[in-house]
């Protein structure tokens, strides 16, 4: 169809013996004059009619408008008017991309239509569909809003909160080619039109600006496109050398890529830092987890420890770190280091306490020192266990109070029967600061010697305005 236009344009420039003149009007620098016909007229008033209606009602009008602006088009295919006027009834109708198209034709047409009115429209009908995406974003169908916003990107491109919106759900959603091209179109466009627009505005946007560069390099990541991330992360520390995050996330493409002494050089510096948090510890403990650096990972795993004294992920980690670094050379292990870890394992135990592995590893480490007694006490404790809890991370909340998800496996208990758990939240110095509890509903099979048992995620909030640094469960 937009060829159609395009061509009939082309025809018009020709001499008027070529067969394309228009039915009537003529051009001018803002292009073809708009035509009033009995057609436009009654699409006009169907328009106005729609608006003070409700909505069974505006719904016919607008087919109605859309019926006379298509006879206008139909008797005059050079008509700017009637080209516009079906965009506006098909916008009504919910049909935005169609209407986009009649938009374009009338602006083909009519150039100046873009600031006269069009612009306008276009922006209106882009709100009205941002609206219809918040229901969807609100409940959680992020694909199904991203496709009411790309309607609403088609139907307008001046403006750049819903390709931000766009970006960030196709991140989540594992598309992040699809996201850094509507990041960077945002960042594009704030550039290009802050200035354009009211200061209140500006300041939102460039506010957005301000994430984009730390969303594309996320996305960077997530699509594997390693190199251009280092780029980008290594850009974003030049502005902010103090952001522990990008530091880490640089070291993790470094690993990625397989650079592991660039990696390593960026934990040196970071441990170098006396700013650190409980949080920054782990994560570089994980990067080195990662290297298989074991005796350093255990040390910062240990340093973390100390400073968050009831964190159950560092010190869980603190005791696989030094059993790897045992396993690397078993010439590392003595009695020295046999009290150090079973001494570890103790305190994950006391926070986790089923804890399978945790169990094992302690078991394994105590019949090395030779105590039968103990040894037997610890596997019958684990056979005694009617479910044992797997994968449990804590996410610190950023202004307080965190969430512990994690994987509650069968092992003894019959499926449909429930579980019940106290979780217990802690801060830097160990204190107790509020407890939440959490019902489990056991499901098939049972664990066997050879199989798992059935297994059930499981996600526990724990609302606070205090920081949280640690965590401790049991079975109740």
Known sequence: MRFCIRFMLACLLATTA??????????????????????????????????ISDAEQAESSYETALSAAQAAITADTMNPLA????????????????????????????????????????????????????????????????????????????????????????????????????????????????????????????????????????????????????????????????????ANNLASVYIETDQPDLAAGVYEELLQRTNLAPRDYYSIGVGYYNLARYDDAAATFQQGARLAQRDRDSIEMWARSIQMYHMQDSTRVTPESLQEIIGVLERWIELDPNSQAGNLILAQAVNNTGDDERTVELIERMEGMVVQVIDLTLRRGPSGGATVVGT??????????????????????????????????????????????????????????????GYSYSIL
């Open 18 to 51: 070529a067969g394309c003149a228009s039915a009537g009007g003529g051009a001018s620098p803002d292009g073809m004059r708009p035509r009033e016909t009995s057609e436009t007229r009654d699409a006009e008033s169907a328009l106005n009619l729609a608006l």
């Open 83 to 246: 080209y516009k006027l079906a965009g506006q009834a098909l916008i009504g109708l919910g049909r935005v991309d169609e209407a986009d198209e009649m938009l374009d034709m009338a602006e083909e047409l009519r150039p100046a239509y873009v600031a006269e009115e069009t612009e306008g429209i276009r922006e209106n009908a882009w709100i009205e569909q941002y609206q219809l995406a918040q229901p969807l974003m609100e409940a959680g169908d992020y694909l199904g809003a991203a496709e009411v916003l790309e309607t609403a990107n088609t139907i307008y491109q001046q403006r750049p909160e819903i390709k931000v919106v766009l970006g960030q759900i196709y991140v989540q959603e594992g598309q992040p080619d699809r996201a850094i091209m509507y990041f960077r179109q945002a960042d594009s466009l704030i550039d290009a039109r802050a200035m354009q627009v009211d200061s209140a505005m500006a300041a939102d946007w460039r506010d957005q600006q301000a994430d984009i560069p730390v969303q594309v390099a996320q996305a960077l990541i997530s699509a594997e496109r390693y190199d251009e991330a280092a780029d980008q992360l290594r850009g974003l520390m030049a502005q902010d050398p103090d952001n522990v995050l990008y």
């Open 408 to 469: 509650v496996e069968n092992r003894s208990g019959a499926p449909g029967s429930q579980v019940g758990m106290q979780f217990t939240f802690y801060d830097a110095a160990g204190n107790a600061i509020g407890s939440q509890t959490a019902q489990v509903t056991l499901t098939g099979p049972q664990a066997t010697q050879t199989t798992a048992g059935g297994r059930t995620p499981i996600e526990v909030v724990f609302d606070s305005d205090q920081q949280v640094d």
